[in-house]
């Protein structure tokens, strides 16, 4: 089992910035590949980011592309994602994700049936 407890949400002005964490516990962090997704109201959960169990590959979604960044810090058992240029279409309850990485060091996963552990999430609210 693998469990994972995110923080850093909030509210936040429309341009300003976050930081979101997920600390994991439970298993060999360094083995999981994670990622971040995010479901506003009366929409269907999706995705925004993903990292490979090494930190060499990532992804993210259009929306967020250049304004997101998702990091790893095997040694704090830690993800995080950097936020900036928030808009309020950013507006959500986000989630990490963890499942185990395969062979390669750069695969990423950005379908939620992909992962096996999820956190339970904080909200991000951003005002206009």
């Known amino acids: 089992q693998v469990q994972l407890v995110e923080s850093g949400g909030g509210l936040v002005q429309a341009g300003g910035s976050l930081r979101l964490s997920c600390a994991a516990s439970?298993?060999?962090?360094?083995?999981?590949?994670m990622g971040w997704f995010r479901q506003a109201p009366g929409k269907e959960r999706e995705f925004v980011a993903a990292?490979?169990?090494?930190?060499?590959?990532?992804y993210y979604a259009d929306s967020v592309k250049g304004r997101f960044t998702i990091s790893r810090d095997n040694g704090k058992n830690t993800v995080y994602l950097q936020m900036n240029s928030l808009k309020p279409e950013d507006t959500a309850v986000y989630y990490c994700?963890?499942?185990?990485?395969?062979?390669?060091?750069?695969?990423?996963?950005?379908?939620?049936?992909?992962?096996?552990?999820w956190g339970q999430g904080t909200q991000v609210t951003v005002s206009s």
């Open positions: 994700a963890a499942r185990l990485g395969g062979s390669y060091s750069y695969i990423v996963y950005i379908k939620s049936s992909e992962y096996n552990y």
């Open positions: 439970g298993r060999t962090f360094s083995n999981y590949a």
């Open positions: 990292i490979s169990w090494s930190g060499i590959g990532t």
